[in-house]
């Protein structure tokens, strides 16, 4: 397992598109992607989850990647919180 705090980058905060690009990223990789904010947790598989979560530009969200691909999973996740423009 690893485990990192990641800060949103994104102009707009964490919305569909970014939550569905993370899961497009993800979709071919054996990892189970865990993220927090506070007392919310969403696993990042789930647009709904994903979205709950309610992070704008600056929140810092603890990710965890579990399983084979979990260093890969966890690289995917980086970069699309790291895009300004989605």
């Known amino acids: 397992m690893v485990k990192e705090a990641v800060r949103v980058d994104i102009?707009?905060?964490l919305h569909a598109r970014p939550?569905?690009?993370i899961i497009n990223s993800l979709k071919d990789l054996?990892?189970?992607?865990?993220?927090?904010?506070?007392n919310?947790?969403?696993n990042l598989s789930s647009v709904m989850q994903g979205m709950l979560l309610a992070a704008?530009?600056?929140?810092i969200l603890n990710?965890?990647?579990d399983g084979?691909?979990?260093?890969?999973?966890?690289?995917a996740v980086k970069a699309v919180?790291?895009?300004k423009d989605l």
Do not use: F, H, R
Not at 30 to 38: E, T
């Open 11 to 13: 102009t707009l905060g």
């Open 56 to 59: 704008p530009v600056g929140t």
């Open 81 to 83: 919180l790291a895009e």
């Open 40 to 42: 919310k947790e969403a």
């Open 63 to 65: 990710v965890e990647a």
């Open 68 to 75: 084979p691909d979990e260093i890969k999973a966890m690289e």
């Open 30 to 38: 054996n990892a189970k992607v865990i993220a927090s904010n506070g």
């Open 19 to 21: 939550v569905m690009k």
